[in-house]
């Protein structure tokens, strides 16, 4: 029974450069959240989705940063023309459903570094 | 004010030392609370949910006090291997969850 998979675990890009970000909820999982944590800061909610749909988009940058679910495949996080202050680690979560107990499930991030 | 505020610490304890946390949140209309751990350079992972009337799991205790807005963890008999940063969450929906920024917590021998 596999947890929350991101991939890749590290990935470093130059300025300018897209960065590509996947993320695989946990099976019987159809809610995923993606989150920001910068060094020595807590984490940043960022965007929330259900299969095809975005729910919540209210923490992305509106320039360069992008989310999608799609029917079948991971959910990818999509961030265009990176700068240095990309560089932070990035973590996906899922949930089964909306019940407001429902916990998340975090799968063990990405680390992106702009160079 | 921030939505969640939490003590940054760090808490610098002695193995065996009793430690508590507290954690304040300014929407009324929050849901749900819980606590997660993280450990360096980790993912969060949830230690426990914190309900209405307090639980607890072995040496942790979690409550809730609504009227004055906070939650608080309680770490009894504290181990080497608890020293981590601790996170407070508050669900206000299921799109609004709100992360505090984290308790630092160093267990000494």
């Known amino acids: 029974n596999a947890g929350v998979m991101q991939n890749p675990r590290h990935l470093v890009r130059r300025r300018g450069q897209e960065a590509r970000l996947r993320c695989s909820p946990m099976?019987?999982?159809?809610?995923v959240y993606w989150y920001r944590q910068l060094p020595e800061e807590g984490l940043k909610f960022m965007v929330y989705l259900q299969k095809e749909n975005i729910i919540d988009e209210s923490g992305m940058p509106k320039e360069r940063f992008s989310a999608e679910f799609p029917k079948e495949g991971p959910s990818i996080l999509r961030i265009q023309q990176v700068v240095r202050g990309d560089s932070a680690a990035y973590f996906c979560a899922s949930s089964p459903g909306r019940d407001q107990q429902n916990e998340q499930f975090f799968g063990p991030g990405t680390r992106l570094t702009v160079l | 004010r921030k939505e969640v505020e939490q003590d940054p610490g760090p808490f610098n304890v002695p193995e065996g030392a009793t430690v508590a946390f507290n954690c304040t949140y300014s929407n009324s209309a929050s849901q749900s609370f819980f606590w997660y751990r993280q450990d360096c350079r980790k993912e969060p992972k949830l230690l426990m949910s914190v309900y209405s009337s307090g639980n607890e799991d072995g040496r942790f205790t979690a409550q809730l006090n609504r009227a004055s807005q906070y939650i608080s963890l309680l770490i009894r008999d504290s181990k080497l291997s608890d020293s981590a940063t601790y996170l407070c969450?508050?669900?206000?929906?299921?799109?609004?969850?709100?992360f505090g920024s984290g308790t630092r917590l160093s267990i000494r021998p």
């Open positions: 969450v508050v669900k206000i929906s299921a799109s609004k969850i709100i």
């Open positions: 099976k019987g999982h159809s809610h």
